[in-house]
């Protein structure tokens, strides 16, 4: 069964952040730079929040002046997280209960990496794809056998 530790193996633990007084404009630019869905919102290493597409979407570009507006005032202030050793069916039953693409991974009082839905989804088909080969080997170890 794969872990959160498994995904950040093979990602990497990059966590990209910004400060809680960053401007919207600043913040999707860094998203388009690096190429992901989110950025975790951090003061003091300590998680303030988590600002996504979907943050802006839905809240960002009604605040108007998003080039001067904090990232503060339209981030997902409530967070939730995972450990590095739970599963991923654990981590998308959470995404999906809680409908959420993004989950920072924390190790004692750290963020070590942060997981998104894409990462969770490749993983579980990775599981069942080497569940089928295994079984597929199986039957046909025991029809060679016969």
Known sequence: MATVAS???????????????TPIVDCLKLMAEKGIGSVLVLRDEKVMGIFSERDYAR??????????????KVMTSKVYYVRPEESVEACMAQMSDK??????????DKVVGVISIGDV????????????????????GDVIKL
């Open 99 to 108: 409908h959420i693409r993004h989950l920072p991974v924390v190790s004692g």
């Open 7 to 21: 995904i950040l193996s093979v990602k990497g633990n990059k966590v990209f952040s910004v400060s809680p007084e």
């Open 121 to 140: 989804v490749t993983s579980l088909l990775q599981d069942k794809e080497s569940l089928i080969k295994g079984l597929e080997n199986y039957i046909l």
């Open 59 to 72: 809240r960002g570009i009604l605040q108007g002046n998003y080039e001067q507006t904090p990232v503060e």
